[in-house]
Nanobody, 117 residues
Framework: QVQLVESGGGLVQPGGSLRLTCSAS????????LSWHRQAPGKERERVAV????????YYTNSLNGRFTVWRDNDKNAAYLQMNSLQPNDTAVYYC??????????WGQGTQVTVSS
């Protein structure tokens, strides 16, 4: 059974940090590309970070200004998103996605991140 489970979300004050974890099971995690996405209320889902299967290739949306870092540990079937200097406009549900070609495309259920004082 394929599963992607995000964790680590919560309430944080502006300027704070959170680390999200995406835990995978039921498929060959190390062969899949992994991406983090977020969706704020009333907005479309936005891709924020991508990491290749080996972890050597990463991509970030320009608007993050270097505040987020993505990495993965294939031995643990997990990926991470470190988010620093969080701002209220980072408030969203954060999702991880694992994809291999066009045939295999898995989503987690999301974790809520709320940035507020």
């Amino acid at each position: 059974q394929v599963q992607l489970v995000e964790s680590g979300g919560g309430l944080v004050q502006p300027g704070g940090s959170l680390r999200l974890t995406c835990s995978a099971s039921g498929f060959s995690f190390g062969t899949f590309g992994l991406s983090w996405h977020r969706q704020a209320p009333g907005k479309e889902r936005e891709r924020v970070a991508v990491i290749g299967p080996t972890g050597s290739d990463t991509y970030y949306t320009n608007s993050l200004n270097g505040r987020f870092t993505v990495w993965r540990d294939n031995d643990k079937n997990a990926a991470y998103l470190q988010m620093n200097s969080l701002q209220p406009n980072d408030t969203a549900v954060y999702y991880c996605n694992a994809r291999l070609g066009s045939r295999y495309n898995y989503w987690g259920q999301g974790t809520q991140v709320t940035v507020s004082s």
